[in-house]
T-cell receptor, first 120, second 116 residues
Framework: NAGVMQNPRHLVRRRGQEARLRCSPMKGHSHVYWYRQLPEEGLKFMVYLQKENIIDESGMPKERFSAEFPKEGPSILRIQQVVRGDSAAYFC??????????????????FGSGTRLTVV | DQQVKQNSPSLSVQEGRISILNCDYTNSMFDYFLWYKKYPAEGPTFLISISSIKDKNEDGRFTVFLNKSAKHLSLHIVPSQPGDSAVYFCAEIVLLSSGSARQLTFGSGTQLTVLP
């Protein structure tokens, strides 16, 4: 499967614990985007990373959330001291370019299947 | 303030009829609008896009119409099939604040149910 791989698919954490969500982009893709979908809402942009760099984190909550995309290995979205309001589906997308080759067939983004985080 | 709005959370249509999904936006400075389809427990998959310089794009059973004066776009599916039952999101492509890449701004989605 050459798609965007996210794991785990489901993650249950107690309040106050840490959650780590992993995203392996498509082969050859060097741009990773994280989105969060709260219940009954659309997907909201969180952060955009390239290898070893955070390009834009304007959608990230100011506290407890961090993201990285190391030179080797998957991108990690880390949530410290989780609270019930963090329960959501977290989606990762990757792209080869900056998404600028957008036409009728190539929109530049491929999404993973998501990680559903439940905080109890 | 929502930049992209999908005011109908759900829509039911009979198989073979036309499905029309609507989306309104506030930001005129977009480059493209994209429609995504999402099944439960899966990520969104790209369906069709439209450039800001066009007013229509067609791909098989799917056609997207853009009305810039009304800041409105719609996705038409004809004929509708039961396999089309999914949540449909419209998404706007905008530049990120860094100016170096693009994020997607999604609407809240419309659940389409096609009845056999």
């Amino acid at each position: 499967n050459a798609g965007v791989m996210q794991n785990p698919r489901h993650l249950v954490r107690r309040r106050g614990q840490e959650a780590r969500l992993r995203c392996s982009p498509m082969k050859g893709h060097s741009h990773v985007y994280w989105y969060r979908q709260l219940p009954e809402e659309g997907l909201k942009f969180m952060v955009y990373l390239q290898k070893e760099n955070i390009i834009d984190e304007s959608g990230m909550p100011k506290e407890r959330f961090s993201a990285e995309f190391p030179k080797e290995g998957p991108s990690i979205l880390r949530i410290q001291q989780v609270v019930r309001g963090d329960s959501a589906a977290y989606f990762c997308a990757s792209s080869l370019t900056l998404g600028d080759r957008i036409d009728g067939t190539n929109h530049g983004y491929t999404f993973g299947s998501g990680t559903r985080l439940t905080v109890v | 303030d929502q930049q992209v709005k999908q005011n109908s959370p759900s829509l039911s249509v009979q198989e073979g009829r036309i499905s029309i999904l609507n989306c309104d936006y506030t930001n005129s400075m977009f480059d493209y609008f994209l429609w995504y389809k999402k099944y439960p427990a899966e990520g969104p998959t790209f369906l069709i896009s439209i450039s800001s310089i066009k007013d229509k794009n067609e791909d098989g059973r799917f056609t997207v119409f853009l009305n810039k004066s009304a800041k409105h776009l719609s996705l038409h599916i004809v004929p509708s099939q039961p396999g089309d039952s999914a949540v449909y999101f419209c998404a706007e492509i905008v530049l990120l604040s860094s100016g170096s890449a693009r994020q997607l701004t999604f609407g809240s989605g419309t659940q389409l149910t096609v009845l056999p």
